[in-house]
């Protein structure tokens, strides 16, 4: 704003003090060009206290510019801005856990709002007073064996509820591998064991990872995540002894549910490698899998795949993953559960029709699925962003992000396909086959 009409307007004020809403234009026109010298002496003989909302708000803005935090925390209106004056304020105050409180108030309300370096600010102040200081441990531990640092338990349970659609291999999952873990007497009885490998194979994106952690939550165990870049290693014998030191902790503690992704990466076929040290990785790691020389009851080893063919058959002898389960992409039904999922606990204006959205992704993934949602949200986030209120996810929005989101499970399909047809002897694609015969269409 330039000098003449600012001077303009604080001429009009002084002739009509009662007009609020001037007087707030004219405070905000001063902080704007940094003069929170002038906004504040506007401000003498006025009781700032009786204004209303926006005015006390441009008001407080005005003395925390000036540097009287006391007088803007005292001014500042319950309304989500005002809340967030009042913890700026207490962060100049050193009132640091005070203004948490404000600030997470003000968020609650408005989030757009946010302000992580204000946060930041707060937390970090109020743990400097608490007088507690933090112990520095370093990296690399040495009393700590380094398999504790490979192996990653999952803290939250994950179960057959937060995955949506997969009835039947659930169901198959849940006669297979959960019931050995929950009557084990039983399966004693007719010499079955607990544990094993199941193999699960699909298309990327179709819930394999979300499939195995919800396995172990079924079973009550222990699920490790293993990374496959932990256990390869650039120096010869390694990557041995650390896949060994996995089984070795994951036995100590039964129940538990060892998960490989990207299993191929150390189990590929033997016969196309031409390096030594990727063949003993595999003979290793069916040396464990046999437990041959150590007791593998109560663990189970799950891998996933999006190339089985890849996958040494001797992978696949019984006792071995000698459950393979093919994890497909979801059908019309599963994606209708997959989007209430997705959409579940995210501001939404109204009802959305999940089943309409269902009937026109044909092809996509649970991973494409989520794609949709998120874009969906980013749209619904820069709507908040340049209204200033947090504006809800609407069907345009969605509709939106299914025109920018492709499927990306035809691709592999169309690979399935010609192993399903030409090297399908073992009869392992036959869960394939039937998916394509029944499910192509959508």
Not at 75 to 100: D, Y
């Amino acid at each position: 704003m330039d000098d003449t009409t600012l001077e303009s307007l604080r001429a009009a004020f002084a002739l009509t003090p009662s007009n609020h809403a001037l007087l707030a234009v004219v405070l905000r026109a001063h902080l704007g060009r940094g003069e929170a010298g002038r906004a504040v002496e506007l401000l003498a003989g006025t009781d700032a206290a009786a204004l209303p909302d926006d005015a006390r708000l441009a008001a407080a803005e005005a003395f925390l510019a000036a540097d009287h935090a006391e007088r803007a925390l005292e001014l500042a209106p319950a309304s989500a801005a005002g809340l967030l004056v009042r913890a700026r304020a207490c962060a100049k105050l050193g009132r640091s856990r005070e203004g948490i409180g404000f600030y997470d108030s003000a968020v609650a309300q408005n989030p757009t709002l946010e302000d992580v370096t204000l946060r930041t600010l707060l937390g970090a102040r109020a743990v400097d007073r608490g007088g507690t200081r933090l112990k520095v441990i370093a990296n690399d531990d040495t009393d700590v064996p380094e398999v504790t640092r490979l192996l990653h338990p999952e803290g939250a349970k994950v179960r057959f509820a937060d995955v949506g659609g997969l009835s039947e291999v659930k169901e198959q999952i849940r006669r297979r591998i959960i019931l050995p873990f929950q009557k084990p007497s039983l399966f004693q009885r007719f010499r079955k064991k607990v544990g094993g490998g199941i193999l699960l194979y699909g298309p990327p994106g179709c819930g394999k990872t979300l499939l195995a952690r919800a396995t172990a939550g079924e079973c009550d165990a222990s699920f490790f995540n293993v990374a496959i870049t932990d256990v390869l290693d650039m120096y010869i014998g390694e990557a041995e002894r650390k896949l060994h030191a996995l089984f070795e902790q994951a036995r100590q503690k039964p129940p538990a549910v060892v998960f490989f992704d990207e299993l191929e990466a150390l189990a590929a076929k033997r016969t196309y490698t031409r390096e030594a040290t990727s063949s003993k990785i595999v003979s290793t790691f069916l040396s464990e899998l046999d437990g041959f020389s150590q007791n593998n009851r109560g663990v189970l080893v799950i891998g996933a795949t999006n190339v089985p063919w890849a996958i040494d058959p001797a992978m696949r002898r019984p006792g071995r993953f000698d459950r393979v389960v093919f994890v497909p992409p979801p059908d019309r039904e599963a994606r209708a559960a997959i989007l209430e999922i997705l959409l579940r606990d995210r501001p939404v204006a109204g009802a959305i029709d999940v089943g309409s959205i269902a009937r026109r992704t044909s092809g996509h993934s649970g991973a494409d699925l989520a794609s949709v949602v998120e874009t969906a949200a980013d749209e619904a986030i820069a709507r908040s962003l340049d209204s200033g209120e947090e504006q809800d996810i609407t069907p345009d929005d969605l509709e939106g992000a299914l025109r920018e989101v492709k499927p990306t499970t035809l691709e592999w399909l169309t690979t399935a396909r010609s192993y399903a047809r030409y090297a399908n002897d073992s009869g392992i694609y036959d869960d394939v086959l039937r998916f394509l015969d029944t499910h192509a269409s959508g």
